[in-house]
């Protein structure tokens, strides 16, 4: 069936450093990917999103690129920010006539001083 | 920007009482959702809901489940009655279409524990 795969679950970084968060999906229709952050006590609120294979993606410094040959949208930042400690779910959408969105487990990103 | 609203944030209930969560999604907003999101565990999707019906519901949404919007007031998630299972955060969304790139608005979950 259709599902999303993300394999950290904790990670934990230095403020400058880069990050990647990875995020592979299984699906046998056209899918579009989407990335959700949740900061501590708030809503979870979309992050970047993508349908198209081979184009990176790029919002308040995070970027992602949709491969559909390996089924990936990993997550990346050049330069990690104490703000950006947060929960991240990657998630998917289907063209497949389903109204749901299918989530990752999620991967909490903590930036140290 | 746009925010969903949720009541309450926590509820404590006794396991085969019923319980509503309420959520009062964005304004122009023409689909509304349920999540559910078991402590640890990804969140699933449990129902769609536009024009006043369902439209897609998943195996979680079970038969003690029931959603509705009477007169554009409150979104709401009915059980009835709750079992020790139900025990997980609810997250409500809207959006103003749907389809596969639509981007959901979240409210911030109620915490549903049922003893």
């Known amino acids: 069936g259709d599902s999303v795969t993300q394999t950290e679950g904790l990670v934990t970084l230095t403020k400058g450093l880069p990050v990647m968060l990875n995020c592979t999906y299984q699906?046998?229709?056209?899918?579009?990917l989407f990335w959700y952050v949740q900061h501590l006590n708030e809503a979870p609120k979309l992050l970047l999103k993508s349908s198209t294979d081979n184009k990176r993606t790029e919002h308040q410094g995070f970027y992602a690129t949709l491969h559909k040959s390996s089924s990936s949208f990993h997550l990346q930042k050049s330069s990690v920010q104490l703000s950006d400690s947060a929960l991240y779910f990657c998630a998917l959408s289907l063209s497949s006539g389903s109204w749901q969105l299918i989530f990752g487990s999620g991967t909490q990103l903590t930036v140290m001083p | 920007g746009p925010k969903v609203l949720q009541i309450p944030s926590h509820q404590i209930i006794d396991m085969g009482q019923m319980v509503t969560l309420n959520c009062d999604p964005v304004s122009n907003h023409l689909y509304f959702y349920w999540y559910k999101q078991i402590l640890g565990q990804q969140m699933e999707f449990l129902v769609n809901?536009?024009?006043?019906?369902?439209?897609?519901k998943s195996k979680l949404f079970k038969d003690q489940f029931s959603v509705e919007r009477p007169d554009g007031s409150y979104f709401t998630l009915k059980i009835q009655p709750t079992a020790l299972e139900d025990s997980a955060v609810y997250f409500c969304?809207?959006?103003?279409?749907?389809?596969?790139?639509?981007?959901?608005?979240f409210g911030h979950g109620t915490k549903l524990s049922v003893l």
């Open positions: 699906t046998t229709y056209s899918p579009f």
């Open positions: 969304a809207s959006s103003l279409w749907t389809g596969g790139s639509e981007r959901l608005f």
């Open positions: 809901f536009y024009n006043g019906k369902v439209m897609e």
